[in-house]
């Protein structure tokens, strides 16, 4: 995996206009692009505590069975007194209470971080062993390659607040394997990415629930989840889109919130310094050979620029023409841009035609075989 060092000496006292003295907790980060391309890894393979990320876990093995058939998202999960109570980040609910859904859960778990709807959500798909639920958030870790990573619990409470459960542990870089394809594969960004939640439900008045992430739409950041308590800090995996970049920036073992989040704001600030337009709509220039059209040649536009957080990365592109059959008109969609960095594909631009081009008849196809090709 090629590494881009932003800056050099990431353990000294100053990390990023951070100051980090003696006495604060070890600063573990992992930041990377979607492709895979490290910017920063500090510590990001020591085993640590995550607290409420592994709710990620939580809701990723809730879709995973739901989408095998054996759960729905309309399923109404019923709270039981144990469920009810769970400590910490708690949706308002009364032993019996069956009014959300599983995909309310998955939702409230994500934006809110509820602890009562992630053990709702492991009773109810673990089909009421808790226990078996928390097996298959091991299995499915395992499955993607989360090497350093062991779930003890759905929510990630700290023992001495779970009775009965471990302590959740894994690494930044394994967290970073775990968002990776969460993005690739589900729509739990997608749940992250909203400010609030609310319900109205029966028995209460409406109820909004709002994200944790405070840095939510700032430094293109679009979700993901927050996580704290005393024996983990403060933890954060943050995931942004700078133009054409997609960023997965993870950092835990922060002292305060305000510490975690100016972290994040000194990494994310510095690569949108680093975004730059590497191709211009206006200047882009594409012309296809077309055989068998009154025009020989078509010229082709894209709509988009195509702008990335440029680290010295490099960067090439494909060109391709569709294969077509009829006539060309004006803004038909003729080929396609593919734009590569480090080898890998993270964007493409659909290119469109500037002008008609109209095949050639039987005639046309003669006159131009009789001319040498000069009709």
């Not at 090497?147 to 990630?156: L, R, Y």
Request: aromatic share 10%; hydrophobic share 35%; charged share 25%.
């Amino acid at each position: 995996m090629k590494k881009i060092l932003i800056i050099i000496c990431f353990l000294s006292l100053n990390l990023f206009g951070l100051e980090l003295k003696e006495k604060e907790r070890l600063p573990i980060i992992y930041t990377s692009f979607l492709d895979g391309t490290e910017i920063m890894n500090v510590n990001s393979e020591i085993e640590f505590p995550i607290a409420s990320l592994t709710k990620v876990m939580n809701v990723l093995v809730a879709k995973d069975q739901i989408s095998r058939g054996n759960f729905s998202l309309n399923d109404r999960v019923l709270f039981d007194r144990y469920t009810s109570f769970v400590s910490g980040g708690a949706i308002s609910v009364w032993p019996g209470d069956n009014s959300y859904t599983l995909e309310d859960l998955m939702k409230i778990q994500i934006i809110f971080s509820s602890n009562n709807a992630a053990y709702a959500t492991a009773k109810h798909v673990g089909k009421g062993d808790i226990n078996k639920f928390i097996d298959l958030m091991n299995e499915k870790a395992q499955e993607i390659g989360m090497k350093n990573t062991k779930f003890s619990s759905p929510a990630g409470l700290p023992p001495r607040l779970n009775k009965g459960f471990g302590m959740d542990i894994s690494t930044a870089k394994d967290l970073y394997t775990l968002t990776k394809y969460v993005i690739e594969n589900t729509d739990i960004l997608d749940y992250s990415n909203r400010s609030s939640i609310s319900f109205t439900k029966s028995r209460d008045p409406q109820r909004i629930y709002h994200s944790r992430i405070s840095m939510l739409g700032k430094y293109g950041i679009l979700g993901l989840k927050t996580g704290f308590h005393e024996e983990s800090g403060f933890n954060i995996i943050l995931v942004s889109k700078m133009g054409d970049s997609t960023i997965i920036s993870i950092s835990l073992n922060s002292e305060t919130e305000k510490q975690r989040e100016k972290l994040q704001k000194e990494i994310l600030s510095k690569l949108m310094e680093k975004l730059e337009k590497i191709v211009d709509k206006e200047n882009a220039y594409y012309l296809f050979d077309v055989k068998g059209y009154k025009n020989k040649t078509i010229e082709g536009y894209i709509k988009e620029d195509v702008n990335i957080v440029n680290l010295g990365q490099d960067i090439s592109y494909n060109i391709k023409l569709n294969e077509i059959s009829g006539n060309i008109n004006k803004d038909d969609e003729i080929g396609l841009l593919e734009v590569i960095v480090n080898d890998k594909l993270i964007t493409t631009r659909p290119i469109y035609a500037k002008e008609d081009n109209n095949k050639l008849n039987w005639f046309g196809k003669f006159i131009r075989f009789i001319s040498f090709g000069f009709y």
